[in-house]
């Protein structure tokens, strides 16, 4: 074999080789950027068989914001005079998707060093994106979560005890700036005889070796004064084990240790309160992207029942996942309801035609052994309250009363108008309330299970028999409507719930509003709507049921990109979501406003945080099905 067939031989390796490849595109671009070659990986996840890319020119791979920077020609220069270019960024697929490229396009020269075209080799890291992207989120509500904790130090210190890091509540309860602290050892908030007894290294010293120290004593501010502090050291560990610092969380408790006796209950309720709405406060953020996620299941399960053929063992399956979603939607309005992040339409309410209404469906939900008995004075006024709220708040109690009667028994459900002043019992501002009281005379609850039985999740039911978000949603909704939820037991005596909630003022009562009449059939159309949200799974998911009901959809995953689209096409409806990071639903509305004041704009929200205007602009709650959607979009002649 001569060299000529010695080299072309090796070339078909290599040639082989290359085309076999399929984790990675790698190709060959002519000196002006013209595909010449194409190999498996290449066409496994770009899209594009060799025949239909050879011969074109590589930028239609990038972004249209890549072409307008001229990247493309950008990327060859660097590489030819350079050697080498290499970078990171997104790129399309032939049916338009993107994906996250890592990208290395190196010049081919000849023997003569002219410059004969370029060898690029991509690969797909979309999946790693998305996994970086998920934990920097994370990370960083993490940290935003400590930052914001006011009643609370937490920080943490390196192996030797050095302060790395401080929060507001730290700053707040010892007195330092951080620039003032980290960096400095923490025995500084030691007394002196704590120092001169070794007491910060024994406390290091025994986190490193079970994990965890716990200790109450005094510690000194930055202004010289002591506190009494509360104080948990939390040893942390890499993957190996070994220590990397610690976490440190103290509380001022000066207050309760000095506390008279007799002003320990009050200070045991107001902690109770605050450890209350602290949860709250995270139980909104968890029930919010639940909500989401609803979204999704809801709307892709009613989507794909649509869609399946008339299988009813394979419909009973759709619908009994459906069922459950349904009842994870039921348990997300509870969490937000103990979060108080709701939403909440109070109205004055006429609390006997409300139990009068609720009678049947009681019945038949408690059971024949249940019986219900009402009791409402002629001259009853009405109460401030959202109905919708209310009642489910009655089906809580009435539910937890048959509970506790588990042979049976009559459930009482009163009301009474009461004027309240300064040292009520109820802890609420002066002024008039309605009192709505469910009694049984049921088992009744120990001091101890009376004390928690507002907690999230606290339960004195069986495994699978109850949430422990019952009482504790009734509670968010008192308090949200202005009210307050009041317990009455005794074990063995039975149990009153009292709901209270403002009175309503005659001034409060309005003409119902004149509904818009639904628009005939025939003067139906389709709308080019604008889909906003940066859940990616709920904006593909909106997409879809809009696409369903016969409208073209453009689809943004931020408010920016929003306001792109719309000003280059010409969109009829745009439906955003509220929370989004950077700009919020209700600051998109101001900007489409402001270019596009005709424009109707429809926000999508899980709970309440709507204020001002936007409490009467057009609103979906999420989750929405494609019936909600198609009932709002009515309202606008699709």
């Not at 190996?240 to 610092?245: C, L, R, S, V």
């Not at 009613?302 to 399946?308: E, I, N, Q, S």
């Not at 009301?415 to 088992?443: F, K, M, N, W």
């Not at 919020?584 to 945080?609: C, S």
Request: hydrophobic residues 40%; charged residues 25%; negative net charge.
């Amino acid at each position: 074999m001569n060299i000529i067939d010695s080299n072309a031989d090796e070339e078909g390796r290599y040639r082989l080789l290359v085309e076999a490849v399929t984790d990675y595109a790698i190709y060959m671009l002519d000196p002006t950027g013209v595909v010449i070659s194409w190999n498996a990986g290449a066409e496994r996840f770009k899209g594009y068989k060799s025949d239909e890319i050879i011969g074109q020119h590589f930028s239609r791979f990038y972004t249209e914001e890549d072409k307008l920077t001229d990247l493309p020609r950008r990327a060859l220069n660097i590489s030819a005079t350079e050697g080498k270019f290499e970078s990171e960024g997104w790129r399309v697929r032939r049916d338009g998707t993107r994906f996250w490229a890592h990208v290395v396009i190196d010049p081919i020269r000849n023997s003569r060093g002219v410059l004969t075209g370029f060898a690029k080799v991509t690969r797909d890291l979309t999946e790693r994106k998305i996994a970086e992207e998920a934990l920097r989120q994370s990370e960083e509500q993490f940290r935003r979560l400590v930052q914001g904790v006011t009643d609370y130090a937490i920080y943490m210190l390196t192996p030797e005890g050095v302060v790395a890091s401080w929060n507001q509540g730290a700053q707040r309860i010892k007195g330092y700036l951080p620039a003032e602290i980290v960096g400095k050892h923490f025995s500084q908030f030691y007394t002196d005889e704590d120092r001169a007894s070794g007491e910060p290294q024994r406390a290091l010293e025994i986190a490193r070796r079970d994990g965890r120290f716990e200790k109450e004593g005094w510690r000194v501010r930055k202004d010289g004064t002591k506190f009494w502090s509360h104080v948990v050291l939390d040893a942390i560990r890499d993957d190996d084990g070994e220590i990397i610092g610690f976490a440190k969380i103290t509380r001022d408790i000066t207050e309760r240790r000095n506390a008279q006796q007799s002003l320990e209950q009050a200070r045991e309720a107001l902690f109770h309160s605050q450890k209350l709405d602290a949860i709250g406060q995270l139980t909104g953020g968890v029930a919010h992207d639940f909500n989401n996620l609803l979204m999704a299941i809801l709307g892709s399960l009613d989507l794909l029942r649509r869609r399946l053929p008339n299988d009813p063992q394979m419909l009973r399956l759709i619908d009994n996942a459906i069922l459950g979603a349904q009842r994870g939607a039921s348990l997300t309005q509870r969490m937000l309801a103990f979060a108080r992040r709701q939403d909440i339409d109070a109205k004055p309410v006429d609390l006997a035609d409300l139990v009068r209404g609720m009678s049947y469906f009681l019945e038949r939900t408690l059971g024949s052994t249940i019986q219900i008995e009402s009791r409402f004075p002629l001259s009853l006024g009405k109460a401030t309250a959202d109905q919708n709220q209310l009642e489910l708040a009655l089906l809580n109690l009435t539910m937890n009363a048959r509970d506790a009667m588990p042979d049976g028994g009559a459930i009482v459900i009163s009301a009474r108008e009461e004027s309240v002043g300064a040292g009520h019992e109820t802890g609420l501002a002066p002024g008039q309330y309605i009192c709505l009281a469910v009694t049984d005379r049921g088992e009744g609850m120990s001091e101890e299970t009376l004390a928690r039985a507002t907690e999230p999740f606290f339960t004195t039911k069986g495994v699978g028999k109850g949430t422990g978000l019952g009482l504790s949603m009734v509670h968010g909704m008192s308090e949200q409507m202005g009210g307050r939820l009041m317990l009455k037991s005794r074990k063995g005596e039975g149990t009153t719930a009292e709901i209270w909630l403002p009175a309503a003022n005659p001034s409060d009562e309005t003409l119902p509003e004149q509904r818009t009449a639904a628009p005939e059939p025939g003067s139906q159309r389709s709308l080019r709507v604008l889909a906003v949200d940066d859940d990616a799974l709920v904006l593909f998911n909106t997409g879809a049921m809009l696409e369903e009901l016969g409208h073209t959809v453009f689809e943004a995953n931020s408010g920016a990109s929003a306001l792109e689209i719309l000003r280059r096409e010409p969109i009829d409806l745009v439906i955003t979501d509220q929370a989004m990071p950077r700009m919020t639903g209700m600051q998109l509305r101001e900007a489409i406003g402001a270019e596009w004041p005709e424009l109707p704009v429809i926000l999508a929200t899980g709970y309440a945080e709507l204020a001002g205007g936007g409490a009467k602009l057009p609103k979906l709650n999420k989750p929405f099905t494609e019936q909600d959607l198609a009932d709002i979009l009515t309202g606008f002649g699709a």
